[in-house]
């Protein structure tokens, strides 16, 4: 990677057809986020945040603009390329959790490595690895409907966290959380930042959250309107 | 991986997987129940004709023919010396056969006379009985289908009517001294046996016949004159045409079985994909690729099969196997319909008859799995994500 960017993004426009017309959901976003940043973007509903979210992890495409993710452009690829991107270097953490309802905590947090052809011994030893980072020991068997809401985050941190990607991507992550957990879902998010050296980048207006951004995007109408460095050193 | 993803989605979905897999269990159950159901039919026809009335196959007079009885006053003859031979050796069995009528209890009823040689044994029939009435004018085996018709029980007399070969009538008194349990109607209904040499004499032909059935060892002789030689293709090909005609229903039945499984593989699939949105938008964020996806969806349809497959073999297997040893007792006769069916019918599951519908079914299943699964290779994974599908 180019000076450590792991994100560069230019002139990105992205509209969405309604009903005849376009709604614009950003115009001339110009951003570049480096190797290890825990940053947030940050807004109210409809600042056009998630839908940034979603074109950094390839999950959506920009109508106009350069993306380029991890020294790939996201340009006009095909949606297996922005697949393999996803599965080798993405994490994704999302408000709902969406952890496979059929699927113990070992085996939600084992899919990536499955996907990623893994072999079985060293599937097991990452997933007790990550299982231990979030401190879920003693759920390892147990099923999303046995889980509180702060344990099926967490399952979806060492889920988005177990192949340890470059880029963590994680839409609204403490929304459905209760004070306490939101702040401990942080403080692990913090910890694995630190340890690991991810990027991670948050879609969110939790206020909650905003104390351990060390960089924190203010999106308004589409637009970035702030874009500041906190001093917040996390270790 | 894929396999194991969709072996685990199946195993994790315990209910939804087992009432899908029992469904489809069940129509394979009844595809292959029914189809051996009436392959046995079909084979109990064949080896009743063969035993009953076929053995190992007949010398026809070049006149006969058994669909046309206003020739059976001239389709007989002396039987050429190598068809005699076998007669002589046991190995063959000669049949004379006319028109007649019978008159029992004041009624007329037109009938098959046909002459047997009491003592045979080439077909399965229990012709020992009319040489055991000596004091009997006209001995006369019937079956049970003929006693039913003409009201006739064993003991009982009636006057037969029938044309020498001078063209002259004639008649005389027969007696019923057995009454036959064939399943075979086209020995019973219809027709009378009485000995052959009683016929030679009452119809004037002197060691003549019509035709003649040899052992099922036998081979054909070399020289059969003016007869003419009918295997047991030929003669059981009555039977097979009955079965060809009937093969469109046997396949409707068989398409609306296998229509009902697809049916429901289909809807489960389609339901899956609805309400797996949100799972289908996960895997795709985790990085699985879209053909991925739609395989995925697929796989877990074959390995739908797969278990179903599984369960027909127990419990269904059990009850397949049951039915086979011990067969299925019938409500009524039907040897008066016209019909060879047992009194009690054994299915027959051929290797083949399961391979063919397991594959079939396989088949089908993994067809209506990717059916619907390719709805998802339309799906955004951001529309996914939120639960969305393409309608």
């Known amino acids: 990677m180019e000076n450590n960017t792991v994100i560069s993004i230019q002139s ?11 709604f614009t959901a950003l115009k001339n976003v110009d951003l570049n986020l480096h190797k290890g940043e825990f940053t947030g973007l940050v807004g109210p509903s409809g600042s056009g945040k998630t839908t940034l979210l979603n074109i950094i992890g390839g999950l959506d495409s920009a109508s106009e603009g350069r993306v380029r993710v991890l020294d790939q452009s996201l340009d006009n690829t095909t949606h297996n390329k922005r697949a393999k991107l996803r599965r080798k270097y993405m994490g994704f953490i999302f408000q709902s959790y969406n952890l496979l309802p059929v699927y113990t905590v070992f085996e939600n ?54 192949h340890q990607p470059v880029l963590v991507m994680a839409d609204e992550p403490t929304a459905n959380l209760d004070a306490e957990n939101s702040h401990n879902i942080m403080k692990i998010l913090t910890k694995l930042n630190d340890e690991l050296d991810t990027s991670f980048v948050f879609a969110t207006h939790d206020e909650k959250i905003m104390g351990y951004l060390k960089r924190i995007i203010r999106l308004e109408d589409g637009t970035i309107i702030k874009d500041e460095k906190t001093k917040k050193e996390h270790v | 991986m894929l396999f194991k993803i969709a072996l685990k989605n199946l195993l994790g979905a315990r209910l939804r997987t087992f009432l899908n897999v029992f469904v489809t269990s069940i129509s394979f159950f009844m595809i292959i129940f029914m189809t051996g159901l009436y392959d046995g039919m079909r084979q109990h026809a064949k080896q009743v004709t063969i035993d009953t009335e076929i053995a190992g196959g007949a010398y026809w007079h070049p006149l006969y023919d058994p669909m046309e009885p206003m020739l059976f006053e001239d389709s007989h003859s002396v039987l050429p010396p190598e068809i ?30 046909k002459g047997i040689d009491p003592r045979q044994n080439i077909v399965n029939m229990p012709t020992e009985s009319l040489s055991k009435n000596k004091d009997v004018n006209i001995p006369v085996l019937i079956g049970k289908g003929m006693a039913n018709n003409a009201k006739l029980d064993i003991g009982d007399s009636f006057t037969i009517r029938w044309i020498d070969s001078d063209g002259t009538y004639d008649a005389d008194e027969g007696t019923v001294v057995h009454i036959m349990d064939t399943e075979n109607f086209k020995l019973d209904i219809g027709n009378i046996w009485i000995p052959i040499t009683k016929a030679q004499e009452m119809l004037e032909m002197k060691n003549e016949a019509t035709y003649v059935s040899y052992a099922k060892e036998e081979t054909r002789v070399n020289n059969s004159g003016t007869w003419i030689h009918r295997d047991v293709d030929y003669l059981i090909q009555d039977i097979e045409a009955a079965i060809e ?5 046997i396949q409707i039945m068989f398409a609306i079985l296998l229509s009902l499984a697809a049916m429901g593989i289909f809807n489960a699939q389609v339901l899956s994909i609805f309400r797996r949105g949100k799972e289908i938008g996960t895997l795709m964020a985790l990085g699985m690729t879209r053909t991925r996806v739609v395989g995925l969806f697929t796989v877990e349809g074959g390995i739908n099969a797969v278990l179903a497959s599984a369960l027909t073999v127990f419990p269904f297997g059990v009850i397949l196997w049951w039915t086979a040893e011990h067969g299925i007792p019938m409500p009524m006769d039907y040897t008066e319909m016209g019909f060879i069916i047992a009194e009690k019918l054994i299915p027959v599951y051929s290797i083949g008859l399961i391979i063919s519908t397991t594959i079939l079914v396989f088949f089908i299943v993994i067809i209506v799995s990717y059916l619907p699964s390719r709805r998802i290779a339309k799906m955004k994974p951001t529309d996914a994500l939120r639960g969305k599908t393409v309608t």
Request: with cysteine; glycine share 6%.
């Open chain 2, 245 to 249: 005609a009937d093969k469109p229903s």
């Open chain 1, 12 to 22: 990105l426009v992205k509209r969405f057809p309604v009903g005849g017309n376009f």
């Open chain 2, 84 to 113: 005699e031979s076998l007669v002589k050796e046991k190995k063959a069995v000669p049949i004379l056969i006319s028109q007649a009528a019978i008159y029992p209890n004041g009624r007329i009823m037109p009938v098959i006379m």
């Open chain 1, 109 to 162: 947090i084992e899919l990536p490595l499955i996907l990623n052809k893994i072999d079985p011994t060293e599937r097991i030893k990452k997933v007790n690895q990550a299982i231990e980072w979030v401190g879920l020991a003693d759920k390892r068997d147990s099923k999303p409907n046995m889980l509180s809401g702060g344990e099926c985050q967490r399952t979806a941190i060492a889920r988005a966290l177990v």
